[in-house]
């Protein structure tokens, strides 16, 4: 299987957003419920999103009302909307399905909020 690819990181001030995308090989994508975890510097990973194969959404409580996920399954590829972000929300966020199969991580993508 090949290693999903998230892209869409980047830097920005408190209060701003960011659009990450994870695209997917189709035979992992199309029959899993999948996530985005993310993994800030001393800390485990964590699930802070997810979404099911019949779109039911999940979120963390610390970016409920932040964070939109979505998936468009013409294109494997699944998204995370992310607004009124906060220094908090700084870790290398990656996707993944739901429970993570330990062999499908991949490179993550760097999001760096500044106060």
């Known amino acids: 299987q090949v290693q999903p690819v998230e892209s869409g990181g980047g830097s920005v001030q408190a209060g701003g957003s960011l659009r990450l995308s994870c695209a997917a090989s189709?035979?992992?994508?199309?029959?899993?419920?999948m996530g985005w975890y993310r993994q800030a510097p001393g800390k485990q990973r964590e699930l802070v999103a997810s979404?099911?194969?019949?779109?039911?959404?999940n979120y963390a409580d610390s970016v409920k009302g932040r964070f939109t996920i979505s998936r468009d399954n013409a294109k494997n590829t699944l998204y995370l909307q992310m607004d009124s972000l906060k220094p908090e929300d700084t870790a290398v966020y990656y996707c993944?399905?739901?429970?993570?199969?330990?062999?499908?991580w991949g490179q993550g993508t760097q999001v760096t909020v500044s106060s």
């Open positions: 189709r035979n992992i994508y199309s029959i899993n419920n």
């Open positions: 979404i099911t194969v019949r779109d039911i959404r």
């Open positions: 993944n399905t739901v429970p993570p199969l330990y062999n499908f």
